[in-house]
């Protein structure tokens, strides 16, 4: 690692570039929140939804954050799902219209998928409650053609 260093060091380019990675690295770590969308047309049942949100944390970028910060990390994952395109731009424009931005919940999971036979979007999101940090996350399932809420779940 010394002899990369004092490489970099004589060469001003090479020294941009290091500055580079090290504030995107820095950045990832501390930046907003890291967004999962799956669409792999898989099929659940309710039961396995569960075990989905069980084993679905929240990342480390968003796990015990103040939940004042809780709107523009939803907004930055909004736009992180948007970036991607196609369905993941059709789930967050989803989210926008059907889950109000209360101030204290950011989605980290999303995926199209069949929940007892029916076309639905999954979302997981972390929250918590006012004047606290985001500590508990919530499995939403939304039929895919009206919108409607077939299940939610809380784990705190």
Known sequence: MRKVV??????????????????????????GPEVTFVSANASYTIEQVDELHASQGPPASVQGRHVAEASELRREALVELRSRGGEATELAEFITRTIADTGRSVPYYGE???????????????????SSTLENTRIWVFALDSGAVIYSSTNR
């Not at 490489?7 to 504030?23: F, Y």
């Not at 998928?113 to 929250?127: F, H, L, P, R």
């Open 6 to 31: 004092g490489r970099v060091a004589g060469r001003p380019h090479a020294r941009v570039a290091a500055a580079m990675l090290i504030a995107s690295v820095t950045l990832t770590a501390c930046g």
């Open 112 to 130: 199209a998928a069949a929940v007892e036979g029916t076309d639905s979007w999954i979302i997981v999101e972390v929250w918590g409650p006012e």
